[in-house]
């Protein structure tokens, strides 16, 4: 068994298609018309051809059941860009327990989307606030190891 990709279910293919290459930089990789595939592992697919797939059953969009999760180097950077446009956030920047600050906002057809600073850069910016690696690791709730990992990279 291998795993191949994520689809999402989509109204309009341009406007999502435009949505993922503006807002999180994605490109085209496969362009099928009902079907396009998108750089970082996932395929867009048109409403109509999907409902096709899965014999005409109901697809219940805005459920907030799942997301599709990014993780950002330059976070903050990502945020002044993301503002710039007329998106329905689920959530402004939340900082979590072990350090990473996550924004979330809807697609175009209300998937949820997650973007999180990476975690290199979180150990990053631990450090450079003065704690040791012990403390980084006792605030970010891993081993000690997992801190020195991104370090030595």
């Not at 279910?9 to 490109?27: A, P, Q, T, W």
């Not at 018309?33 to 999907?50: E, H, P, S």
């Not at 180097?73 to 446009?85: G, I, M, P, Y």
């Amino acid at each position: 068994m291998k795993y191949v990709s994520t689809l999402i279910s989509v109204n309009d293919m341009e406007i999502s298609k435009k949505f993922y290459n503006e807002v999180l930089g994605l490109e085209v990789i496969s362009d099928l018309g009902a079907n396009v595939t998108l750089t970082g592992g996932f395929a867009l697919q048109r409403m109509d051809t999907w409902q096709h797939f899965i014999a005409n059953k109901e697809v219940n969009l805005h459920n907030n059941a799942v997301e599709l999760v990014f993780e950002e180097k330059e976070f903050d950077s990502f945020v002044e860009h993301v503002k710039k446009f007329d998106i329905e956030y689920v959530h402004d920047v939340v900082e979590y327990g072990w350090g990473q600050r996550v924004i979330r906002f809807y697609d175009p057809d209300y998937h949820i989307i997650e973007v999180g600073e990476d975690m290199e850069m979180v150990v990053r910016r631990f450090k450079a606030a003065g704690m040791t690696d012990e403390q980084v690791a006792e605030r970010m709730h891993v081993p000690l190891d997992y801190v020195l990992g991104y370090l030595k990279k």
